[in-house]
T-cell receptor, first 114, second 115 residues
Framework: AQSVAQPEDQVNVAEGNPLTVKCTYSVSGNPYLFWYVQYPNRGLQFLLK??????LVKGSYGFEAEFNKSQTSFHLKKPSALVSDSALYFCAVSREAGYSTLTFGKGTMLLVSP | GAGVSQSPSNKVTEKGKDVELRCDPI?????LYWYRQRLGQGLEFLIY????????KSGLPSDRFSAERTGESVSTLTIQRTQQEDSAVYLCASSRTSASTDTQYFGPGTRLTVL
């Protein structure tokens, strides 16, 4: 069975500093990896995904993520955090064969202080 | 263009009542998914529709839960005899196809509270 771990319930960072939100996964076969963001009382918004190719994926709002196959990780990064980036971030995985259903991590709350 | 819409946005019901939640996917999207998000938890898959194929119901937690979809349009999720543990946000998503590489786009969710 596939699974996703987000080891940090919360990440605190000062505005202007770089941020990293961690994600590791377990899946048989090649993984397809996604990051979503959820603002209060809103649905999930798609940020970026890794399917194949370049391990560094760039997405919306200046976010990027690095796929590391040997470490089975897909950490979300941003060079300079904004207060408006404060939200709940979810990592998700689907696998190459068959299922398109996403398996989600429990989410990481990102708090950016002014 | 229009995104995924869900109604109602909030639903408060009494234990034992039936509720019906609605999802309008993005036009042209053939795949539709329902997920449940409990407080402090990630999303749990409930059910998946692809075109006119039989739905994948493997995530439904009990036979009190059912869902229908009319062709490639509206879907309704029905919860019968609601229990307090059904309280959650129910999220609907759609994607252009059912391919694992396709992005799922989510609606704003329906917050269900069972008293």
């Amino acid at each position: 069975a596939q699974s996703v771990a987000q080891p940090e319930d919360q990440v605190n960072v000062a505005e202007g500093n770089p941020l990293t939100v961690k994600c590791t996964y377990s899946v048989s076969g090649n993984p397809y990896l996604f990051w979503y963001v959820q603002y209060p009382n809103r649905g999930l918004q798609f940020l970026l995904k890794y399917i194949t190719g370049d391990n560094l994926v760039k997405g919306s709002y200046g976010f990027e993520a690095e796929f590391n196959k040997s470490q089975t990780s897909f950490h979300l990064k941003k060079p300079s955090a904004l207060v408006s980036d404060s939200a709940l971030y979810f990592c998700a995985v689907s696998r190459e064969a068959g299922y398109s259903t996403l398996t989600f991590g429990k989410g990481t709350m990102l708090l950016v202080s002014p | 263009g229009a995104g995924v819409s869900q109604s109602p946005s909030n639903k408060v019901t009494e234990k034992g009542k039936d509720v019906e939640l609605r999802c309008d996917p993005i036009s042209g999207h053939t795949a539709l998914y329902w997920y449940r998000q409990r407080l402090g938890q990630g999303l749990e898959f409930l059910i998946y529709f692809q075109g006119n194929s039989a739905p994948d119901k493997s995530g439904l937690p009990s036979d009190r839960f059912s869902a229908e979809r009319t062709g490639e349009s509206v879907s309704t999720l029905t919860i019968q005899r609601t229990q307090q543990e059904d309280s959650a946000v129910y999220l609907c998503a759609s994607s252009r196809t059912s391919a694992s590489t396709d992005t799922q786009y989510f609606g704003p969710g329906t917050r269900l509270t069972v008293l």
